[in-house]
């Protein structure tokens, strides 16, 4: 899959959600031309992986520092 023409990519999780429900909003109207339809649909599918990647990430963090402190809390029990 070739980037779409419009792709930027974002700088925080929160700003790539906002472009994804800009995109929505727009092809939810219904008076985009097909070409454009077709790059708005590319770039969702862009933003979208970076937003799970990011989730992801988030997700791996989250499951360290619960590994981590549940580790920390076993030591004091013993």
Avoid: H, W
Avoid at 19 to 33: F, I
Avoid at 46 to 60: I, M, R
């Amino acid at each position: 899959m070739s980037k779409a023409k419009a792709y930027k990519e974002p700088k925080t999780f929160e700003e790539a959600i906002e472009r994804l429900q800009q995109l929505v909003d727009a092809l939810e109207e219904g008076d985009v031309p097909l070409e454009q339809s077709l790059e708005a649909f590319e770039e969702g599918q862009l933003l979208t992986a970076y937003c799970q990647q990011k989730l992801a990430g988030a997700e791996e963090t989250l499951k360290k520092l619960a590994s981590e402190a549940s580790d920390e809390l076993d030591g004091e029990e013993n």
